[in-house]
């Protein structure tokens, strides 16, 4: 998933599933919702904030933070920019690759969205969010294979195989464009959505024995996800106390590839066994169409379908 990182953050909702009718097929069990603060004409605003930290038998950290509101053109246009970097240290050590605190990460993020007021009726707004994230190792440790007491938190390099790298790579994009017109009996928005997420691994145990000198090795893997989703909706907004209605209609086309330099087997140290080099690609497509309305019987009780 992409990383959405609490930064200016107005609230976040967490609806019980489920919310398939207005959030799409990624909703059946419910849907959690980062309500970002979106860009204002009230003037230039913004805030800086850092801070620092260490870890216990591990490194220290630091972070810095900066959020602006930046309106160009009176009540007409406006920019909010949220930025962020972090300086993780790591507290994980891999003894068999020779590495202490190896968990280490540093990672940008930065969002920043726009205001345009068109017209008085018709609201552009947009959004670009860009995270890099490049850690030393996955936070992974002790943890065990099933019901065995098999552990992988140690990275095994067997005997006539080249030393191995622990790093992990995650860069995440995702763009916005939604646009909001008043029909003065209701409200028509198109909201448009890209996202692109790339995760790669360098080799990776997966299992190991006790003598932590046999298990399985996954070498060199990355996932890729690119992801498109329209929705138009049309909704009420006149001051009858009686009925409340909206329709819409979402399409999503998303694919992912995962691929692998392959799996060795390792035995005592040596490895005895590897694979080939494998993909697969994985594709959905889904089309939603909705409507939902509401009588008010009274001010208690409603009745919807």
Known sequence: QGDLQLLDIQRVEVLRGPQGTLYGQGSTGGTVRYITNKPTFDGVNGEISSSFYTTQNGDASSEISAIANIPVVDDTLAFRLATRYKDLGGWIDQPNAGKDDVNDSQTSYVRIGGLWQATNDLTVSAMVLRSRNDAGAANDANVKVAESDTYYYHQLAPNGSPSLSTGVINESDIYNLTLNYDLSFAELSSSS?????????????????????????????????????????????????????????????????????????????????????????????????????????????????
């Open 193 to 305: 959505s890209q996202i692109n997420i790339v995760n790669r691994g360098m080799p990776s145990t997966l299992a190991l024995s006790e003598d932590q000198t046999s298990g399985f090795l996954l070498f060199a893997f990355s996932n890729d996800v690119e992801g498109f989703s329209q929705e138009i909706r049309l909704a009420s907004t006149t001051n009858d106390k009686k009925y409340d209605w909206i329709v819409g209609a979402i399409y999503a086309d998303s694919e992912k590839i995962f691929s692998s330099d392959g799996l060795a087997v390792i035995n005592g140290g040596v490895e005895v066994f590897r694979g080939t080099p494998n993909g697969v690609i994985i594709g959905s497509k889904s089309i939603a169409l909705y409507a939902h309305v509401s009588y008010h019987l009274n001010e208690a009780f409603k009745l919807e379908t």
